[in-house]
């Protein structure tokens, strides 16, 4: 079964959304198979994050939306990516957060669509970045920080592969069986 990788990042656990974004995952019939809280160092995070800081792509869209801001127009569009991609590890260094394994089929789109688009204002709002924050672009550009979006989710099967691989060690993965997987999957 393809795996997923989700965190629940610092905003989701200051704001007690665990239970509720776990149940979510749950109900639409996809299986824990890791799970562990914990206070990453800034090392781990920047290793979460490494294939976006090597992202020129994301790096210059993300730093569009902040050219021409007072005072940093100086700076090129990939230098103010590369500084939001910092804002982006602090973000979630340092504070309390959950990391777990996702299973199911076709899980990495299927989560991806539960959890919603980047910019929760815009995100659908029946999904969880939809339904439980309002942050916008505008707001976190203004405020000099990253979007606070609540939740991670790997964006694709490699991807996946990589992010397990940063926060779980292979014997940390459960073998089991859901109640349900007989009546959902054969
Ligand atoms: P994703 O989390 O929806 O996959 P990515 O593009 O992978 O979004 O970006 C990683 C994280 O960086 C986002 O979840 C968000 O917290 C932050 N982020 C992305 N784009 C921006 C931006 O334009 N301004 C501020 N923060 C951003
Ligand atoms: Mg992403």
Redesign the pocket.
């Known amino acids: 079964m393809e795996k997923s990788l989700v965190l629940i ?1 610092p905003d989701g656990v200051y704001r007690a959304l665990t239970g509720r974004i776990i149940s979510r995952f749950e109900d639409a019939g996809f299986k824990i198979t890791a799970m562990k809280m914990l206070i990453p160092e800034r090392k781990l995070v920047e290793k979460h ?1 490494d294939s ?1 800081r090597r992202n020129d792509e ?1 790096l210059n ?2 730093g569009s ?2 050219k021409g801001k007072d005072g940093i127009s100086n700076k090129t569009e990939r230098e103010l990516g590369l500084t ?1 991609w910092n ?2 590890v602090d ?1 979630l260094s340092g504070k309390p957060i959950i990391a777990m394994v996702i299973e199911g089929n076709e899980v990495v789109s299927s989560i ?1 669509k539960i ?1 919603g ?3 929760p204002k815009s995100a659908e709002p029946s999904s969880l970045r939809g339904s439980l924050s309002n942050d916008s ?1 505008g707001l ?2 203004a405020n000099n ?5 609540i939740i ?2 790997s ?1 694709s099967v490699s991807d996946a592969e990589e992010e397990i691989n940063v926060w779980f060690k292979k014997e940390e993965i459960l073998d089991y069986e859901r109640a349900d997987e007989r009546i959902q999957y054969y």
Do not use: C, F
């Open positions: 990042k994050y976006l994301w869209s993300v939306k902040l939001v804002q982006l973000y991806r959890v688009s980047t910019e672009y976190a550009n920080r990253p979007i606070r979006n991670h989710a964006s």
